[in-house]
């Protein structure tokens, strides 16, 4: 059901779609359908968090693995973040383009797992630039908001047939992300 609604919603955009278009991609009648959701909202609900379980586990993967210093944590999320986009464009753009068609309340879920995320990046930075890895005089939050611009953003360039691979592309932001972030130490 959430894959036929992750398709309908990434060709006719959320707000263009219906209960109907949805039910017609999994060949049954829009009754049924209601049988499994209340609203339309119900299944972009869905998709979005089924986003977050699997950025979740990108995220306890990550802070899981052991002997690694801040920017080597950074580098590995970063990563595994823009592989996981890069493998999964539709949703993601879902994600990016509808999250603010959610009600006020499934919205806030959907934001407080996000902040989740910018935490730990923050506090990674954060040791980074304590342990003196990386520059102390740059604002750990700004340095969060570019990092995120970073792995965000892939979805709308990346095609999935171009000329470099997911994994190069990954490896090129993580890189990117971190010289940023290591800035200028002198």
Same mark, same amino acid.
């Given at each position: 059901?959430?894959?036929?609604?992750g398709?309908?919603?990434?060709?006719?955009?959320y707000?263009?779609?219906?209960?109907q278009?949805v039910a017609?991609?999994?060949?049954?009648?829009?009754?049924?359908?209601?049988?499994?959701?209340?609203?339309?909202?119900?299944?972009?609900f869905?998709l979005?968090?089924?986003?977050?379980?699997?950025?979740?586990?990108?995220?306890?993967?990550?802070?899981?693995?052991e002997?690694?210093?801040?920017?080597?944590r950074?580098?590995?999320?970063?990563r595994?973040?823009v592989?996981y986009?890069?493998?999964?464009l539709q949703?993601?753009?879902?994600?990016y383009?509808?999250?603010?068609?959610?009600?006020?309340?499934?919205?806030q879920?959907?934001?407080?797992?996000?902040?989740?995320h910018? @935490?730990f990046?923050? =506090?990674?930075i954060r +040791?980074?630039q304590?342990?003196g890895?990386? $520059?102390? !005089? *740059?604002?750990?939050? #700004?340095?969060?908001?570019?990092l995120?611009?970073?792995?965000?953003?892939?979805?709308?360039?990346? @095609?999935?047939?171009? =000329?470099?691979?997911r +994994?190069?592309?990954?490896?090129?932001?993580a $890189?990117? !992300? *971190?010289?940023?972030? #290591?800035?200028?130490?002198d």
């Open positions: 059901m959430l894959e036929a609604a398709k309908v919603f990434a060709e006719r955009g707000s263009e779609a219906s209960v278009d017609d991609a999994l060949g049954i009648l829009k009754g049924s359908l209601y049988h499994y959701i209340e609203t339309k909202e119900d299944l972009l869905w979005l968090e089924e986003v977050h379980r699997d950025v979740e586990e990108i995220l306890g993967r990550v802070a899981a693995e002997g690694l210093d801040p920017l080597q950074l580098q590995a999320y970063v595994e973040q592989e986009n890069l493998g999964n949703r993601i753009s879902i994600y383009h509808d999250m603010d068609r959610l009600s006020d309340d499934r919205l879920q959907i934001l407080d797992q996000r902040h989740a910018e @935490r990046v923050n =506090k990674l +040791e980074a304590d342990q890895l990386a $520059d102390p !005089a *740059l604002d750990a939050r #700004v340095l969060t908001n570019c995120f611009g970073t792995v965000i953003w892939t979805y709308r360039w990346y @095609r999935p047939n171009g =000329k470099i691979s +994994e190069r592309i990954a490896n090129l932001c $890189d990117f !992300a *971190l010289n940023g972030i #290591v800035g200028s130490r």
